[in-house]
């Protein structure tokens, strides 16, 4: 059970350097080298993912001195710029996943979501900040679409969810239901939400 927390976090969520996120985000895209100080020391690395790991933004890359992977909080990042500098990536996608799913066992943060989409529904299931791994889709008799990925779960799940809830319904886990359900009730005052709500005995 984590909504507590998840909901007590959420102001230590924010990064302190926007910037430091907007110039990630802009290297990830162009794929291009960043030279960034961390602690007074200055670094260079080629990017890979931008995700949550500990409930806190994190850039996943390669240390181009030593060509391994490392994760650096996106908060504890004090000077950051894109730098012109030829590159080959070191690691592949499965790898990269697998280093994730180390990250996360150590946090415990870490599970299974599992929605059914609306038949006919056309968009992306995208949580912001987030590796999907695990990706699993499967079509049902009515054409309605089961969807499951394990993710960390973070409260801007709750944020993401709240943008397709007429389009998705939560399966599992029971207890993102009731998170969302706790998010709906401080966001709305009346709620016709029995299906998001958790059967209690």
Known sequence: MYSSKMLATRRSLIVGDKNAV?????ALEQKKVLSLTVNGESTEVYPHLLIYVDAILTLIGENL???????????KIQKIKMIKRKYVANFMNIQL???VK??????????????????????????????LLNR?????????????ATVEMTPDLLDWFFQIKDKAEIIAPESFKKDFFEYLEKKISILPMHKYCPKVS
Not at 142 to 148: H, K, S, V, Y
């Open 22 to 26: 907007a110039v990630i985000n802009e």
């Open 65 to 75: 001195t030593d060509r391994i992977l490392i994760n650096i909080p996106a908060d």
């Open 97 to 99: 996943e697998g280093y």
């Open 102 to 131: 180390e990250l996360r066992s150590m946090n415990g943060k870490e599970d299974r979501l599992i929605l059914k989409v609306s038949a006919g529904t056309g968009f992306e299931i995208l949580p912001p900040y987030q590796l």
């Open 136 to 148: 699993y889709i499967v079509k049902t008799p009515n054409q309605d679409l089961i969807w499951a």
